[in-house]
């Protein structure tokens, strides 16, 4: 399961990231209060590790209004390839 990280956090502890990443460790990253990426090692499959129902960031209620018109359900295929 990815731990979760603020763009800030990760900033200020890069190298402790990068070490845990190297390991195996996986991150979703966080900017504005939305998840914006993943650090995921290099070596690792594209596929996600767990099932997207077990998932705490798929289906996950409004944070706030979209932009650009497209619903949540639109997000998540971006997001989500599905």
């Given at each position: 399961m990815d731990t979760t990280i603020n763009a800030k956090r990760l900033?200020?502890?890069?190298?402790?990231?990068?070490?845990?990443?190297r390991k195996g460790a996986r991150f979703t990253v966080l900017y504005r209060s939305r998840p914006a990426f993943r650090i995921v090692p290099v070596?690792?499959?594209a596929a996600p590790t767990t099932d997207l129902a077990e998932d705490t960031l798929y289906r996950a209620g409004p944070v706030g209004r979209s932009r650009d018109g497209r619903t949540s359900v639109d997000h998540d295929d971006v997001i989500y390839g599905r």
């Amino acid at each position: 399961m990815d731990t979760t990280i603020n763009a800030k956090r990760l900033r200020a502890t890069l190298p402790d990231v990068v070490s845990r990443v190297r390991k195996g460790a996986r991150f979703t990253v966080l900017y504005r209060s939305r998840p914006a990426f993943r650090i995921v090692p290099v070596d690792s499959d594209a596929a996600p590790t767990t099932d997207l129902a077990e998932d705490t960031l798929y289906r996950a209620g409004p944070v706030g209004r979209s932009r650009d018109g497209r619903t949540s359900v639109d997000h998540d295929d971006v997001i989500y390839g599905r």
